[in-house]
């Protein structure tokens, strides 16, 4: 008998416990050399996410500072923190539209700017059908579950 409860009660945690997993940030990694900033981004992002920003630097560089333009020409300046030989940090874009980014250095008292690069910002998609899914999934288990643990118990003669 315990172990049908146990059973019964993975059931219900398989269907309704499992909590949301958390949107992940979206990754832009940036190498700073001598000859300018090297972004590797995604081909687009999604407004209202939070973007991981990692840029690699020369072991001489002091500091980074990253400059985003937004599609109304406002200026937001990000400092990124040194983690080691990195330069890390996050920035959220709101809007969308096309941004543009910049990479400051500076090295010995000297700030030295980069070319700048755009980031494309998309509307989040839908996903109101996974949710659904997973209600569903989740109650497929529970009754299922039930009605077969009621058959074993409460067999049809």
């Not at 989740?138 to 009621?150: M, S």
Request: with cysteine; charged share 15%.
């Amino acid at each position: 008998m315990h172990r049908r409860v146990a059973v019964l009660c993975g059931l219900l945690l398989a269907g309704f416990g499992a909590a949301p997993a958390a949107a992940a940030a979206q990754p832009l990694t940036i190498a700073i050399d001598d000859n300018g900033a090297h972004a590797h981004r995604l081909e687009h992002y999604t407004a209202g996410k939070t973007i991981a920003v990692d840029a690699a630097a020369p072991a001489d560089v002091d500091g980074v500072t990253l400059s985003v333009t937004d599609p109304d020409g406002r200026v937001q300046t990000l400092p990124l923190a040194r983690e080691g030989g990195h330069f890390t940090g996050s920035i959220t874009l709101p809007e969308t539209g096309s941004y543009e980014f910049a990479v400051t250095t500076s090295a010995a008292g000297q700030a030295t700017p980069t070319e700048p690069f755009s980031v494309d910002v998309e509307e989040p998609s839908d996903t109101a059908w996974l949710v659904g899914l997973g209600v569903g999934t989740g109650t497929f288990f529970l009754l299922g579950g039930v009605g077969f643990f009621a058959l074993r118990r409460f067999p049809i003669a």
